[in-house]
């Protein structure tokens, strides 16, 4: 049998990080299988659809490298793949169910519909519809919401990731299978596309496990076969008490992306975000997730968000494409995270800084505040010198002479390499006796009054003999 899975997300907004984990592992399972995934769009919720939130799925799916089999953009023999565009179609499954007498169209309005439920209410009892199924009901057609007419009985099923299951009758009811607009409703819809375009696992989150009895319901009174059923777990917010939400700082997955997060590292962290091979291993290529995936690994509960990890993890990933793909590779990526004032500099100049920097990144969008400069002077700010943990015990004039002393060594150096001005750096500190963290600190922050730079000798070559003698008198003479 070949493995058929799908992602069925709703345009209704940014994707999120929930999203697409739910994406990730039936991707993930259809490659391992050469089985086949689909991409449906589930469109049928007029009142929450937002215009573009289609093409953004895609673009993102495309960005994390999970091309789809069929779907928009690349079609397929099981279209169309847009729950708007198939009307027609739930309209005659439906048919079906009204002709076997389990479905009936339900004119009974919202507000008759509120007093059973305060009634039940005041009972103290749970609402079911059936309870108040109503006895002489038209002839359906559209523009009359339709029912289906549950027949209450136990059903067992099995959860890829749960186990067992089992519910008793009385979660059965008569749930809307087409909404007053023509419009089929997710609980209706899904198991006919499902149906129709042969999907055999169908992932989804947790929160529809207690509506999978109803499911159930739907497959048997259609004589159609049950997919294999898989329910992931949430993922939890960082407090690990409550379903991770917008809220909890969670960013949508293109803002991540915008931020400098390779795609690699997002793909990576969402498949072990409540998945792991029993090792311990934490980096992972797509094709090690492929071939390593498995259902059974899906842990059942809750998996909690940890952006630290991420960026952690992206780092690794920064590092692991240098020194595994070369420079120009990681380069080529840094595209649009460049400080304003590296507008006009040239590309080897620029791949020269990253070179150097590229092992203290968390993400791309740290060159902008780590790189600022390499491209321009520094604002000096004497205070930075005087008062570092290093510095503070010398005196200004110490600082001024030391500075100086740097200067007149540098400026006497035969060529300016990385080897050389290490060499000098060295016999610096033999010379004055200082110990590297004051010499070493000095210079440093003099060239860029920054938090941060790269090893010494090696900002000193990217910034060149000229611009570092410069930077150096001037924070002398500001001392």
Known sequence: MEIVTRFAPSPTGYIHIGNVRSAIYPYLLARQSGGKMILRIEDTDRARYVEGATELIEDTLEWLGLNWDEGPIVGGPNGPYFQSERQDIYHAWARKLISMGRAYADPTPPEKIAEYREQCNKAKTPFLYRN????????????????????????LWHDEVMGDMHAGPEVLDDIILIKKDGFPTYNFAHIVDDAEMGVTYVMRGVEYLSSTPNYLAIYE?????RPKLVSLPHILAPTGNKKLGKRDGAKSVTEYRDDGVLAEAMLNYLACLGWNDGTEQEIYTKPELIERFSLDRIQSSGARYDEAKLFWLNG?????????????????????FWPESAATASDEYKLQVLSIIYDRLKTLSDLRDMTAYFFSDPRIDTDMLINNKFLKKLSESELEELLKLSVARLTALPSWDAGTLQDALNSLLADTGKKPAELFSLIRISLSFAAFSPALHLTLAVLGRDTSLARLNAAARAI
């Open 132 to 155: 108040f199924r109503p006895t002489d009901t038209p002839e359906w057609q559209p523009g009359i919401p339709l029912r289906f007419k549950a027949e209450p009985k136990e059903y």
């Open 221 to 225: 009174a259609l004589g159609l076969k």
């Open 316 to 336: 690794q990933w920064i590092r692991k494409i240098f020194t595994e793909q070369g420079a120009e590779a990681l380069y080529a990526r840094t595209a649009g």
